[in-house]
Each structure stands twice: as C-alpha cells, then as structure tokens.
C-alpha cells in the first residue's frame, strides 16, 4: 500500500542532503549513502560524526591538488629539502616549532582545505584518542588549527610524499610508507602542559599521563636489585637525543629480557599504552620495526631519579630504548614525548 506521507519525507531527505557541508561530504560518503538509501531520518545527526572516508593519504592528495601555486611556493617542498640551520627539514622534531609560517586555520588555506586538514590530522589519531588529543591542543595552543602548521615534502600520487603537521607539543606525519625503514612516516612529538607549565605531583588533566602511570606499576613490580638497575640517579639523557645506538649500543636502565614473564607481559602492556593514541597501520608498523630488531627483549627501560616531581619516587622521566626504538617520556615540568622508531639502527634521524 502506498505512502501517502513518502514525498515529503523524500524532500526532506534531499534538503538535508543538499544542507550537508563540505565536510560531511569529506568526512562520511558512507552516511550520504544510508541516507539515500531510505535509512529513518534518526540516523542522520550521525554524519557529522562518521570518520574521514578512506585513508588520510588519500586526503593528503586531494589537498595537495587543491593548493594554488602560491601555496604551494609556501609549504611544498622536494622530497629530501634541507636547510643550512636545520638539516633535512622533513625529518626534524622539536617540542615547540612551526614547519611553515601559515596556521591550518587561517586565511592562507580554504574553508574546504580546512576540512581536509581536519580529517588527515583525525585519520592519523585513533579515534578513541580524538576528544583528549583536542583537550590537549586546547591547552597547549587554543585548539586544532589555531597555531599548527603543514608541509608537503614529494608530490602525492607521484611518488614519494610526505606531510607533516607541526605546533607547540605536536609532530605528526602521514606518508603512505613512503618513508621507508621507519614507523609514524620518521620521529614525532608529542605533549601536554594540563595545569599550568610546572605541572603539580599526579599531573592532573594531563592525558599522556597514564602511560607514565603504567611504567611506574612495572617498576613497583620490580625486586630491590633490579630497581637498582632500572633507576638512574645522574644521567638524564638530553630529550633531543633520540638516535639510534645500535645492537651493540650501551642503554640505561634494566634489560627487558632479565624480567620475570609477569613483567615481561606488563612491559607489552606499557608498550600498547605507549602506542594506542595512532591509527591500526601505524601502530602495526610500530611492532614490526621493534620486532626487526628483537622485540622488546632487545630493550631496556630506565626511570630517572632527576626531574621526581614532588620527590615521591613516582617517575615522571623514564625511557624506553633498543637498538633502533627510542621513546623518551619526560614528565617534568609538564609531558614531552620524544619518539623515533626504525626497523633497522642504519636510519638517521636529521641527515
């Protein structure tokens, strides 16, 4: 039996189609199509909050393709650019630093290249991490987009590219694996000052601290003697220092392979903490360059008694390390992050 009430809910369906933004359309191609298909009109609310449509490389292109030749004399470079001062550009970080002058937010870029820029940076992140990587760019910098920058290194779709997103506490990267040997497209940052720039004992609001939190239960695991190997009381590394040492490199801190299997299986658990904030492919490729090399078996994990804020042996400075794996945690005075992981000790950091 027809219905008598289906034209009008077929109109409304077409001004919510022709109401959606370039965003929606960016960000949910599948919602558009169970729209279209009849789907009830409850389900609409839900394009808004789909994720970006395909992978962030693919949107890596379509903005590359969007940008006028003026952009791209700002922000696009050759593959392997390098600057006097700076080394090669494209696999520098830093805990505070703008790649290029223009903010992702600003007039230099489209409303449409805004959109784009959302999504690459929302299809590298986890999306269980989205809402607190936003906590922390709110703090740190007044929101996504307001002082973050962008560089395009090679030409997508033909060949090698690269972009990196930079800013206070952030360097991300997306790459389709163009970069090769090493994992998150070449070393990152990232960090978080939640209550003030000398954050209080606990860190409270900081959302990296609970990986900190679950190194610190690895170590309350530990017996006497091997918290003695594992704490270093002088000789905190310089955060900057994130090359590789090589198998035959001397790390700080305790072997990996010496711990007993129940803390053994709670270093995995602290390496999955360590990794969960990025997309499946990025932590995956994370494991396998750490498994090229012996897993963690081949790491050693030292907390550092300089930097113990409010003295109460909870370790806001620790770092894991193996041959070509750095991930250095430096909690005080607030969280900075430094990250360079490789499958082979022969990659250099800023060649």
Not at 184 to 196: K, L, Q
Request: hydrophobic share 35%; aromatic share 10%.
């Amino acid at each position: 039996m027809s219905n008598p009430h289906r034209p009008a809910r077929n109109a409304h369906r077409r001004d919510l189609i022709d109401s959606l933004t370039r965003r929606d359309i960016l960000r949910s191609g599948a919602a558009l199509g169970a729209v279209a298909a009849g789907l009830p009109l409850v389900t609409a609310p839900l394009v808004r909050a789909a994720a970006p449509a395909g992978p962030p490389e693919t949107l890596v292109k379509q903005f590359y393709d969007s940008l006028s030749d003026a952009q791209k004399k700002v922000i696009c470079f050759k593959w392997d650019h390098t600057e006097e001062k700076r080394g090669l550009l494209r696999t520098r970080i830093s805990n505070n630093w703008h790649i290029t002058q223009p903010a992702i937010y600003s007039d230099f870029y489209t409303k449409d290249q805004h959109e784009m820029s959302r999504a690459i940076f929302e299809g590298i992140i986890q999306p269980d991490w989205h809402s607190r990587i936003d906590k922390q760019l709110q703090d740190d910098a007044g929101g996504f987009g307001k002082s973050q920058n962008i560089a395009i290194f090679g030409e997508p779709g033909a060949g090698k590219f690269e972009l990196v997103m930079t800013g206070r506490h952030m360097t991300l990267r997306c790459d389709g694996d163009s970069a090769e040997h090493v994992a998150f497209g070449g070393p990152i940052f990232y960090g978080h000052a939640a209550s003030g720039f000398h954050e209080k004992v606990g860190h409270p609001g900081n959302v990296f601290w609970p990986q900190a939190q679950e190194a610190n239960k690895l170590y309350q695991m530990l017996d006497g003697k091997q918290r003695e190997q594992a704490l270093v009381i002088h000789g905190l590394p310089d955060e900057a220092f994130v090359d590789f040492r090589g198998k035959d490199g001397k790390f700080q801190g305790i072997a990996i392979k010496d711990l007993t299997a129940d803390q053994k299986e709670h270093a995995q658990t602290v390496l999955s903490k360590l990794i969960e904030p990025y997309r499946q492919n990025d932590r995956d490729e994370a494991i396998r360059c750490l498994n090229a090399q012996g897993g963690l078996d081949a790491c050693h994990l030292a907390f550092y008694d300089e930097g113990d804020i409010g003295d109460d042996k909870i370790w806001d400075c620790w770092r894991l390390e193996g041959p070509s794996f750095v991930w250095h945690y430096r909690g005080s005075p607030h969280v900075h992050v430094w990250v360079n992981v490789a499958d082979s000790a022969d990659v250099e950091l800023n060649a």
